[in-house]
């Protein structure tokens, strides 16, 4: 039995925050409200034109697909009707009362902080349907379901609660009502609704009606020539199928015809998504069958590496009434699938000879991008090939055939060191032998990377090693003409025997180092070892219960470490306090510099406080 009362809910508390900001007029240019509601009302058409390829019961309640304008002055009202899918009770609960997309709060503060003059972060987010309260004052949303007899009403002042009962709407489809504010009655005057439609909706693939006038041209974008279509019209079809607000970063208009035909129109957009890390990667490209659009989450459509394009794709070989299901092990698709990544991939190419450029695309995408390296085999290379790295050797960004072009001589491998923070690991001590060489390290921040390395074991010859696992034996390899150099030939054999008495099991071994010249001791993984920073991540992620103890490398040079040595020449060093204490004292240096805790703070406290009393 349907509902018959009049239910008042709260909205969810991120919503309610959001209309705060939104109803203060976040934006300069207010009139981004109507084509959010346009996009919304497209997307509804949409949806009831996919659903009634397999029921045609639904077909018959919409002999054709519209969007209609309607404006009464007298009342000060302004509303967009279509005939698509429509809502009912629950959907309406589901829609208009919760924001239901991860990362809600970091976005509301982020909207909190920005210039309220700029069109911004909301993009991002895709909250269009709110926009509708930067220029009314009460918003009403009669909606009744394709194939339901009940219709419903929704109304808010977006201040804090909406109620949703029992609507009077005869057919299928939704109508937003606005009762606009005095400072938006500009939005009642037909020649600015035209010109908005035409600026921001001229794209819609159905026709947008202000009485008996259609507003826009109502063909689909991706079949017009890629010479007929403007800058800006890319712009705005770029900003509805993503529901962002920036501007894309680059544009690939794409027809393919043989095997397999379809049409691909994909954007890269100039900021990231805020989805973009979500547990479940999923795809914003929408499918199409000649023209007629069939979903937006098509899992083999796009690989989840490429997650960050917007945009459509429209096949002619895909069966029209083709289920979700069925996409998902059809092989038209795998080949569809296919040609987009190596088409994307060859774009990302072309694009990366403009270095800063690229740069933008790669702080925002590369992470992601790097998540093939791992997954898609194939083609493996040519992602290889559009990959970036931070270094030591270049102020920029560099390719692993950049990094190949200045190997020094007999330098037979490709160095780098990984790490959850490029600040830190730009500072660690591992580093301080090969830039004292002159010896180029690849700086690898992102999680992805631990990964793909497993993968990608050479390149070009060259093996990819850790500078963090088994020794570094940089003799072969011919210092900088002004570098310093280490000729340092101290026995530290006494020295060692005493540190591994004390420390015993805590680690691994125990040796004097090469790749160290500034810092007295650090850590590393022995040869075969997991690496460090992979066994850190696993860790956390409940994948592995505990590490294995590592290696502590010691510094021949160092003051602190010749001392040491000094004092473990004599027949009482197995009983000296001091070398016990230190040896503690310089392991946990090595522990802390890694990022990690010390293994007993309160004998840390207290050995360094020995120490000190002894020094002073």
């Known amino acids: 039995?349907?509902?018959?009362?009049?239910?008042?809910?709260?909205?969810?508390?991120?919503?309610?925050?959001?209309?705060?900001?939104?109803?203060?007029?976040?934006?300069?240019?207010?009139?981004?409200?109507?084509?959010?509601?346009?996009?919304?009302?497209?997307?509804?058409?949409?949806?009831?034109?996919?659903?009634?390829?397999?029921?045609?019961?639904?077909?018959?309640?919409?002999?054709?697909?519209?969007?209609?304008?309607?404006?009464?002055?007298?009342?000060?009202?302004?509303?967009?009707?279509?005939?698509?899918?429509?809502?009912?009770?629950?959907?309406?609960?589901?829609?208009?009362?919760?924001?239901?997309?991860?990362?809600?709060?970091?976005?509301?503060?982020a909207l909190k902080a920005e210039d309220k003059e700029k069109v911004g972060l909301i993009g991002q987010f895709g909250v269009g349907f709110y926009s509708a309260f930067m220029v009314a004052d009460q918003v009403h949303v009669q909606t009744r379901k394709a194939g339901d007899t009940d219709s419903w009403l929704w109304s808010s002042d977006g201040k804090g609660s909406f109620s949703i009962e029992p609507g009077q709407k005869d057919t299928t489809g939704t109508t937003v009502v606005l009762h606009l504010k005095k400072d938006a009655e500009e939005f009642l005057e037909d020649q600015r609704i035209r010109h908005i439609i035409k600026t921001y909706s001229d794209h819609i693939s159905f026709p947008v009606k202000l009485g008996d006038d259609a507003l826009n041209t109502a063909s689909a974008i991706w079949t017009r020539a890629s010479k007929d279509i403007t800058e800006e019209q890319h712009t705005e079809f770029y900003r509805h199928v993503s529901h962002a607000f920036d501007e894309p970063w680059h544009v690939m208009h794409n027809r393919v015809e043989g095997a397999v035909n379809h049409t691909s129109l994909l954007y890269v957009p100039s900021s990231p998504p805020l989805d973009l890390f979500d547990a479940d990667r999923k795809s914003h490209v929408k499918l199409y069958v000649n023209r007629v659009f069939i979903s937006d989450t098509t899992q083999d459509l796009i690989?989840?590496?490429?997650?960050?394009?917007?945009?459509?794709?429209?096949?002619?070989?895909?069966?029209?009434?083709?289920?979700?299901?069925?996409?998902?092990?059809?092989?038209?698709?795998a080949k569809i699938k296919t040609s987009i990544s190596k088409k994307v991939l060859s774009e990302l190419k072309k694009k990366a000879k403009d270095t800063d450029a690229y740069a933008t695309f790669w702080t925002n995408f590369g992470a992601v991008l790097k998540e093939g390296l791992v997954e898609d085999p194939a083609l493996r290379d040519r992602l290889l090939e559009v990959c970036h790295f931070s270094s030591t050797g270049t102020e920029g960004l560099t390719t692993l055939k950049g990094y190949i072009e200045r190997l020094k001589d007999?330098?037979?491998?490709?160095?780098?060191?990984?790490?959850?923070?490029?600040?830190?690991?730009?500072?660690?001590?591992?580093?301080?032998?090969?830039?004292?060489?002159?010896?180029?390290?690849?700086?690898?921040?992102?999680?992805?990377?631990?990964?793909?390395?497993?993968?990608?074991?050479?390149?070009?010859?060259?093996?990819?090693?850790?500078?963090?696992?088994?020794?570094?034996?940089?003799?072969?390899?011919?210092?900088?003409?002004?570098?310093?150099?280490?000729?340092?030939?101290?026995?530290?054999?006494?020295?060692?025997?005493?540190?591994?008495?004390?420390?015993?099991?805590?680690?691994?071994?125990?040796r004097s180092s090469k790749r160290l010249t500034d810092s007295p001791v650090c850590l590393i993984a022995d040869d075969g070892d997991m690496d460090v920073n992979l066994e850190r991540l696993l860790m956390r992620h409940g994948q592995l219960q505990s590490g294995m103890a590592r290696v502590l490398e010691l510094n021949p040079t160092h003051p602190i470490i010749s001392k040491l040595n000094d004092r473990a020449q004599t027949d009482n060093a197995s009983t000296d306090e001091l070398l016990g204490d230190a040896a503690h004292l310089l392991f946990d240096q090595a522990r802390i510099v890694e990022g990690e805790d010390v293994a007993d703070p309160v004998e840390f406290v207290r050995r360094l406080s020995s120490v000190l009393s002894k020094a002073l």
Not at 41 to 49: E, H, M, P, V
Not at 317 to 333: H, I, K, Y
Request: net charge negative; with cysteine.
């Open 410 to 510: 007999k330098q037979e491998a490709i160095y780098y060191i990984t790490g959850e923070d490029s600040s830190k690991i730009a500072k660690s001590p591992h580093l301080e032998g090969f830039k004292a060489k002159g010896i180029e390290v690849l700086l690898l921040s992102d999680h992805v990377d631990e990964f793909w390395l497993q993968h990608v074991t050479k390149f070009d010859g060259k093996l990819l090693k850790s500078i963090t696992r088994g020794a570094a034996d940089l003799d072969n390899i011919a210092s900088d003409e002004d570098a310093p150099k280490n000729k340092d030939k101290t026995d530290l054999a006494n020295l060692i025997a005493a540190f591994k008495v004390v420390l015993g099991d805590s680690v691994k071994d125990i």
């Open 1 to 109: 039995m349907a509902k018959t009362e009049k239910d008042v809910f709260s909205f969810q508390t991120e919503v309610g925050q959001l209309l705060d900001i939104v109803a203060g007029s976040l934006y300069s240019n207010r009139e981004i409200f109507l084509r959010e509601l346009v996009s919304n009302a497209s997307d509804a058409c949409d949806k009831l034109r996919y659903a009634s390829l397999t029921d045609t019961g639904l077909a018959q309640t919409s002999d054709e697909f519209a969007i209609t304008l309607d404006v009464d002055k007298d009342a000060g009202t302004l509303s967009v009707s279509d005939n698509g899918i429509g809502m009912n009770h629950q959907d309406l609960l589901d829609t208009l009362g919760t924001i239901a997309r991860s990362g809600t709060g970091a976005f509301i503060e």
């Open 303 to 333: 690989p989840a590496y490429l997650r960050f394009l917007r945009g459509i794709v429209d096949s002619q070989d895909l069966s029209l009434n083709v289920s979700r299901e069925m996409l998902q092990s059809d092989p038209t698709m």
